[in-house]
């Protein structure tokens, strides 16, 4: 590949880097990407441009050093993701330059004084820490079997996206000194939290069960013995007209099921039941109206 091609590439990589980042959290540099992160990255450039990646292209073409660029085509798609018509119009907005010999000296005199002045900046802007644990009211236990996904909502901005850790805790940094987020979990009611820098000495939250789900929950991992009882029950649960989808891990793609099918997944006691994950549901009336699931 040629250093000029090399150059544009790494510009527009740079720029895929950027335009995801305003969304979503994820590590500062794309090789670093993996998991999540990349699933996110497929959809969020599916649902802008209508275009796919797959996981063996997003490896070979921005976690590795390439010989050669990818297909024009992919190109353009990945140009219009980061705001231009097509490869052409983004080049020709990118400015492509050459080392010179006076370089260290340019650093010197004009990059250098910048870079004192942004750190100098830096010092005087003062950096918040929110720190939240959540509990399980019911149990009064801390919530780690389960990681919850964490949407920080943001005055004329995307929503930022993060999850628990291990200890079923996570931390946000910000110069504001208040914070709104939405705390969602499976086995949980979802809740929207308001806490302010001077008030947070209370750092636990406690989240509510959701029945629902863990009806589901019990029901989907086979703790039953009257199959025939456990059929009716969810039959009761579950709307006739429900939406139903089960996801992939390896893919962006979904199945639909209908209720039907979906009672019947979980009415037969095989292996493949106990593998059963519910991510997400909608009630409405006291019913299912909406689920996504995977089998892990």
């Avoid at 980042?21 to 959809?43: C, H, M, N, R, T």
């Avoid at 509510?208 to 029901?219: E, G, S, V």
Wanted: aromatic content about 14%; some cysteine.
């Amino acid at each position: 590949m040629k250093k000029e091609d090399q150059y544009y590439f790494n510009q527009l990589k740079n720029a895929v880097t950027t335009t995801f980042l305003k969304g979503y959290s994820a590590p500062k540099s794309i090789k670093d990407w993996k998991g999540d992160d990349i699933v996110l990255f497929q959809e969020d450039l599916f649902n802008k441009v209508k275009a796919k990646v797959s996981e063996k292209w997003f490896y070979t073409y921005f976690k590795n050093d390439v010989e050669k660029l990818p297909r024009i085509d992919m190109l353009n798609l990945l140009a219009q993701y980061v705001g231009f018509d097509n490869w052409q119009a983004f080049k020709a907005d990118t400015i492509y330059t050459t080392p010179k010999k006076n370089s260290k000296k340019l650093y010197l005199y004009t990059i250098l004084p910048i870079l004192v002045l942004v750190l100098f900046y830096a010092t005087l802007s003062k950096e918040n820490e929110f720190s939240f644990c959540f509990i399980d009211d019911i149990k009064n236990q801390p919530i780690t079997g389960t990681v919850l996904d964490i949407k920080v909502l943001q005055n004329n901005e995307s929503p930022l996206y993060f999850k628990t850790d291990s200890l079923g805790c996570f931390t946000y940094k910000t110069e504001k000194d208040r914070i709104r987020f939405v705390v969602q979990s499976p086995y949980h009611k979802t809740d929207t939290i308001i806490r302010y820098i001077d008030s947070n000495n209370n750092k636990t939250v406690r989240l509510l069960a959701d029945d629902y789900a863990l009806m589901l929950h019990y029901y989907s991992n086979g703790k039953v013995k009257d199959w025939k009882k456990h059929k009716s029950q969810l039959e009761q649960l579950i709307a006739d007209n429900a939406i139903i989808y089960q996801l992939f891990d390896s893919s962006i793609g979904v199945e639909v099921f209908t209720k039907e099918e979906f009672v019947s997944l979980l009415t037969i006691p095989t292996q493949n039941l106990k593998q059963v994950k519910i991510l997400d549901k909608t009630m409405r009336n006291g019913k299912i109206v909406k689920l996504k699931f995977i089998v892990k």
